[in-house]
């Protein structure tokens, strides 16, 4: 950040007073800019035995499939966040949803919401953001083609919660590790 939103005059960065992180700072108008993570939110849609995923039509990770999902808007709970970004990217509508999975992502400055629920009335189709859209079995999954770890993830414990019939909140923390970034081939 260079320069303040409020007045336009250049910005700082300094520990405000009453504060202990340092901040951006207007020394003009005394705005202190406060960044804070980005909230994700979508859902983990079912249907009879299956998951809805979606094929992504743009970036990141363009053509790899991803649970309905997106940024937050001001004005929205999570729960509507997450039911808006499935009707956008899925045009399904989802029933009894519950929170689910929650994700901290610190090193990238995000929290992942996905809400469980079941698909209203079977139809769906491919939105904006979307390429296709396909219920997969377990057996179908394509693992190796999910766009983000926070999905991969979220299909397992739905998987293994599904054996008990039992769908409690996971929460868990996902930390960059350098190590595990694939090599070029």
Not at 41 to 57: F, I, K, P, S
Request: proline share 6%.
């Amino acid at each position: 950040m260079k320069f303040c939103s409020q007045c336009g005059q250049p910005v700082i960065q300094r520990i405000p007073e009453g504060d202990s992180r340092s901040r951006f700072v207007c020394n003009h108008c005394d705005t202190v800019h406060y960044q804070n993570p980005r909230i994700v939110a979508g859902c983990l849609v079912v249907h009879e035995h299956q998951v809805l995923l979606c094929r992504r039509a743009i970036e990141p990770r363009r053509g790899f499939w991803t649970l309905p999902a997106g940024y937050m808007e001001n004005g929205e709970t999570t729960e509507e966040a997450a039911l808006r970004e499935t009707w956008e990217e899925a045009q399904a509508r989802v029933s009894g949803q519950h929170l689910y999975m929650l994700y901290n992502l610190p090193h990238i400055n995000q929290v992942y919401m996905f809400f469980h629920g079941q698909l209203v009335d079977g139809q769906f189709a491919a939105g904006e953001e979307s390429l296709e859209v396909r219920l997969f079995d377990e057996a179908d999954i394509p693992w190796d083609e999910l766009a983000f770890p926070t999905v991969g993830e979220t299909l397992k414990h739905f998987f293994e919660d599904r054996q008990q019939n039992h769908f409690p909140i996971h929460v868990k923390d996902i930390r960059y590790n350098p190590a595990r970034r694939r090599q070029p081939e």
